[in-house]
């Protein structure tokens, strides 16, 4: 009986031990061996010639120095490890010594230990710097050096066994690195919400269970025992004012409530009674990476202070209005009005019709640097503004006057060192009562620099928390990533167990497996979203353009989404099998083709109701083809149809029902088409429906 394969002898007979295929293997042969130090080929003894064979049919990177001379031998997986610019092939035959010059002395001790002692090595992740590719490279190894015996049983050779471990090790202390960052830029973004000036808390649970919350928090409520403990505990008077109502429909909506100057009594010292504040305030859901809702996050101001200051100078001006109708009757009243304006903390002055002044009140004599009463009326109304600003106010303000007034932000000058200072600039007329004749004219100001530097500090502080938030984006793209292999393994483990490997399904655990399948299927998808709007952001997005058919792309996407139209009892219209789209190609990547499809029909579907109809054609303008989604939908709002295509927005309209999602979908479908040359937009109509239109270059 005989075979057909090669028997070991005569694959390492001299005349064929180079045949076969490889880019060696024919180097090999074109080798002149009888120049080298190993002589013909003919001369080899039979332990080389098996080891070179090996060595040649192995695919693992392997490399023989032989001989005295350290003649060199490798095969096709090794010669990646030598780079381009001619070290490949110039590595073949010739001596160890002449060829690693910039590394014999790393490796030359290691090959003497080996053929002189039989002394086997190995190294993990060892650092040898080559020269290649031009320049020196920092190269990482796993290898082992191990003695290659000749006919005798001596040492006639070192065998190599390696494999380059460079892009591993760099990526891992570049993984390295980037958690350190990231690390830092969550200790810092804690720093911020710790030390904000507005209030901040976090909520977990249905039973409100405070998790966090910053010194303004504690500020505004007092210090007592929070954390770890639900909200109806730690601040039971809360509960007969509704909070916690609303704590509760936030937690079951996902629709955030934002309330503004509400009231709330808190008990702010210990045995104290409820003190009444006014806040500004969000509760936001807490959305997790799965979309289920698992809290709330709290933020606001107090805006106690600002409220009463607002109550106070309301009263000032209402006094101060009675007082000027009645001047011109009651002088008496005058010194009263003046006493009422000397204590506000606002900047109070009057002018007369012509624009002299006549009254400026205590905070605004301190305000513009003004020596006493007998000083205002040397001054103008332009006196209090920088030189630069006059134009303004003389072709602007002051016209306004004449008119009634004026209300403003502007700049005031100090008028003994020249300072600007930032001012809410309010004018008006002053008129009898009786005649309408003008008497002159008021200005309640407001200094603004204290809120100019708390602007400057929340800007700074918003800076600082945008830039934690792409830290933390970055994290949620390495999550995705990691995220990816456990579901594979659910979904092969659902297969296996529907397969009946596992034993015998039941109907009922087959529609269980199905629900399982659907979830698992709609994270990856989700994981995908994430990751694909990284990759875009990044400019990290691959194409294969190549010419797709049409017709072959609408029926792809049309096949994935019949379930989703059947189950809402849609109908979806696409273009006959012979009509003219059959012939229609636009240049793109098929796979990027069919997503923006399948998401544009998925979102159909979504805004559809039920018995609805969802279109697809196809019609050519010059050079471009278009490829329109259209539907008998709720429609967008025409104010917010260019919000539809940023990532995690979800236009809402309080007329119609919440439709889960994660705002990735159309962002995504245009960052794909403008990746191939194209573009997407959208018309739409309320109540009428809404059209998506995919426009690509004719292949």
Known sequence: MTSSAPSVRSATSADCLFDGPGE?????????????????VTGWSQSLRTIVATML????????????????LYNDAYRPSLGEGGRHPRALGVRGADFWTDIWHIIGPEIAGVMSRGESTWHEDQLVPILRNGRVEEVYWTYGYSPA???????????????????????????TYVNEALELERSRLAQVFRDAPGFMAAIRGPDHVIEFANEAYYRMVGRRDLIGRPVREALAELAPQGFIGLLDQVLQSGVPFVGVEASVHLVRVPGGLPEERF????????????????GIIVHGSDVTEHVRARWEVERLLAESEHSRQVLAEREAERERLVAALESSADFIGLATPEGMGMYVNQAGRAMCGIASLDAVRALRITDFFPPEDLPFIEDVVMPALQRGRWRGELRFRHLVTGADIPVLYDAFQVTDPASGALIGYATVTRDLTERDRLVGEANAA?????????????????VSHELRSPLAGIASNVQLIEMGMCGPVNDRQRRALDRVTRSQEHLRTLIDQLLDLKRIEAGKMLYEVEPVLVHDAIEDAATLVESQYEHRHLTLVRPPAGGDAAAVAVLADPGRLRQILLNLLSNAAKFTHQGGTVSLCCRVQGDRVQLEVCDDGIGIPAEQLEAVFQPFVQVRDGRQPVITGTGLGLAISRDLARGMGGDITVLSEVGKGTTFIVELPVA
């Not at 049919?57 to 060199?72: D, I, K, T």
């Not at 006639?156 to 390696?162: F, I, M, N, Q, S």
Request: charged content about 25%; overall charge negative; some cysteine.
């Open 24 to 40: 060696v293997r024919a180097l090999c042969r074109q080798v002149d061996w009888s120049a080298t130090a190993l002589g013909p």
């Open 57 to 72: 049919a192995s695919r693992h990177p392997m490399f023989l120095w032989w001989g005295p001379e350290l003649v060199q």
């Open 149 to 175: 015996f000749d006919d005798d049983g001596s040492i006639g050779g070192t065998l190599v066994v390696c494999q380059e471990t460079t892009t591993r090790v760099v990526a891992q202390r570049e993984l």
């Open 279 to 294: 806040v500004d305030f969000v509760y936001e859901p807490l959305v997790e990476v799965n979309g289920t809702r698992s």
């Open 462 to 478: 918003r800076a600082e928390a945008e830039a934690a938030n792409r830290a933390k984006d970055d994290f949620l793209a390495l």
